[in-house]
């Protein structure tokens, strides 16, 4: 089950505040948490209690809250590698490791007695994972989780990403990436533009960064990086499938009711023959044509259209296309609709036979 998550930094935000985030975001049936340790500072026993009554809350709603931390907050903490109590007394379901040891230690931290997850960043591109691996680890109490971005123009490009998903994957891992809130202001670090893992997100909205990283079929979860997000943001992502791409469409006035129902009604598919200039959901063709599909707003097709061959295409009469690539038309493809401009990009993630829905 694909899950999504949510981050609290309580060195930087009041435990109020905390605790009524916490409350929303279960509203909406968010299930991870992220938080940080990294920048542990002052008091250890007042830190440790301000972040267990944040867990403990959580954790009344089966929230899975891990904690990024690397070897400097082991030592700062007096822990070892081969007794993680302290984490398990905190309350929490795992930590990630956002520098690691040497890979014997992960694989060591891995075996546990408390069960709690160890997670790895995801997003260097090295033989790290590997190295980890050839130690054996519990592959059960093993996760990975990209990292985020503060720095305009800093996070990773897609391509990178994937590769980085692949190497995880191929050892069955579930994995974890961020996306950020237009809304949110704080974040580990003092720099507020933006928190995100793929750099092409930092301008999006919240549920196209969703769907992009859904799309990728290489993240299970995905986790606003920034608090706090907007009540209308946790909303807009609890909102997403993660499992079918959803666009979200406009719609042409003056269609008929047949072609609106074609594009609203059925779960598409594309076709398996995929076509290099458009998406096609050939199974909404029609036999009896009627009065639905006359000849209708038959201007030239730019790429994101939505189109329907009207009954001037006889046997493709119904047929639902999106355009990948701008076309011409000769009379006989009604533009019905079109693409969200923040979603265009995504139809290039549609793959031959995959299931997709349109929603106004």
Not at 45 to 71: C, L
Not at 290 to 307: Q, Y
């Amino acid at each position: 089950m694909k899950n999504i998550g949510f981050s609290i930094y309580p060195h930087h935000t009041k435990l109020e505040d905390n605790l009524k985030y916490i409350d929303l975001a279960n509203k909406y049936g968010y299930k991870r948490i992220f938080t940080c340790l990294l920048s542990v500072e002052g008091d250890k026993e007042k830190i440790i209690d301000e972040f267990k009554k944040t867990i403990v809350h959580a954790n009344k709603y089966g929230m899975m809250v891990i904690a990024d931390i690397n070897p400097e907050v082991f030592q700062y903490l007096g822990v070892s590698f081969d007794d993680l109590k302290v984490f398990n007394d905190m309350g929490l379901y795992g930590i990630r490791l956002d520098n690691g040891f040497s890979g014997s230690e992960e694989s060591l931290m891995s075996f546990n007695k408390y069960g709690l997850k160890i997670e790895f960043n995801m997003s260097s591109g090295t033989k790290y994972i590997d190295n980890v691996f050839s130690y054996k680890p519990n592959s059960e109490n093993v996760l990975g989780c990209h990292n985020f971005y503060p720095h305009k123009y800093s996070g990773i490009g897609y391509n990178h990403f994937i590769m980085c998903n692949e190497q995880y994957k191929k050892y069955n891992i579930r994995t974890a990436a961020f996306v950020s809130s237009k809304n949110a202001k704080y974040g580990p670090w003092p720099v507020s533009e933006g928190l995100c893992t793929l750099e092409q997100h930092r301008n999006l909205p919240i549920a196209v960064q969703a769907k992009h990283l859904f799309s990728s079929n290489s993240i299970d979860d995905v986790i606003i990086a920034n608090d706090f997000a907007s009540e209308e943001e946790l909303k807009a992502l609890s909102e997403v499938n993660p499992y079918i791409l959803t666009f979200k469409v406009h719609i042409k006035e003056g269609i008929s009711a047949a072609e609106r129902d074609i594009i609203l009604k059925p779960l598409h598919f594309n076709r398996g023959d995929i076509s290099e200039y458009m998406i096609r959901s050939s199974k909404t063709r029609v036999k009896d044509a009627g009065e639905g599909f006359k000849p209708f707003n038959t201007n030239d097709v730019k790429r994101g259209d939505i189109t329907i061959d009207n009954v001037n295409y006889k046997n493709y009469t119904g047929e639902l296309q999106i355009a990948l690539k701008d076309m011409d038309n000769y009379g006989n493809t009604n533009v019905v609709g079109r693409i969200v401009d923040d979603e265009i990009f995504l139809i290039d993630y549609v793959k031959p036979s995959q299931k997709f829905l349109l929603k106004e």
